[in-house]
């Protein structure tokens, strides 16, 4: 089976950082994906890594560790449209299935 | 089109009733998906297509629930005689197969409400 955690809420301020940590227990791993929901629209892809390290794209930053099954989104410079609901997905040793864990609500306060 | 588009955006409908919902995936893409949403819970997995063809429909959570897919695109989902814990966000993804990474786009969902 799939095991997605995340922390269910975070608070921050305009201007700061947030780290998002997502830790998985599946059966095979073939790739760790970052999407962002503002309530009521699309999931929107962010980012996608499938070897250790770090990506970075803009102001936002995704780490893998697979050896700890952990990954984190970093976002920088905290803007109130970044106030939204963040999903971890886990595609498993299929191509092209996505485990989920339940989100986590940013809200940014000014 | 642009993107994933999904219709109706909203649905309200009384149980014992059946509801038809539509996706149609971005132009090109072979792969499609339908998840779930349900409040407080992640995104559960309900069917793949590649094509017109679903090697997995493990997601199902019951016979009531069925989907096809016609012509390699548009894909609707059935959901028959609903209940009361039908009521949930659903939605369709599409992807291009056949990249590495095979990147999931999101349509913004079907709200489905059963009275």
Known sequence: ?110 | GAGVSQSPSNKVTEKGKDVELRCDPISGHTALYWYRQSLGQGLEFLIYFQGNSAPDKSGLPSDRFSAERTGGSVSTLTIQRTQQEDSAVYLCASSFQGSGSNIQYFGAGTRLSVL
């Not at chain 1, 301020?13 to 599946?26: K, L, M, R, S």
């Not at chain 1, 989100?103 to 306060?109: F, H, S």
Request: contains cysteine; neutral net charge; glycine residues 10%.
């Open chain 1, 1 to 110: 089976g799939q095991n997605i955690d995340q922390p269910t809420e975070m608070t921050a301020t305009e201007g700061a950082i947030v780290q998002i940590n997502c830790t998985y227990q599946t059966s095979g791993f073939n790739g760790l994906f970052w999407y962002q929901q503002h309530a009521g629209e699309a999931p929107t892809f962010l980012s996608y890594n499938v070897l250790d390290g770090l990506e970075e794209k803009g102001r936002f930053s995704s780490f893998l560790s697979r050896s700890k099954g952990y990954s984190y989104l970093l976002l920088k410079e905290l803007q109130m449209k970044d106030s939204a609901s963040y999903l971890c997905a886990v595609r498993g040793s299929n191509d092209y299935k996505l485990s989920f864990g339940a989100g986590t609500t940013v809200t940014v306060r000014a």
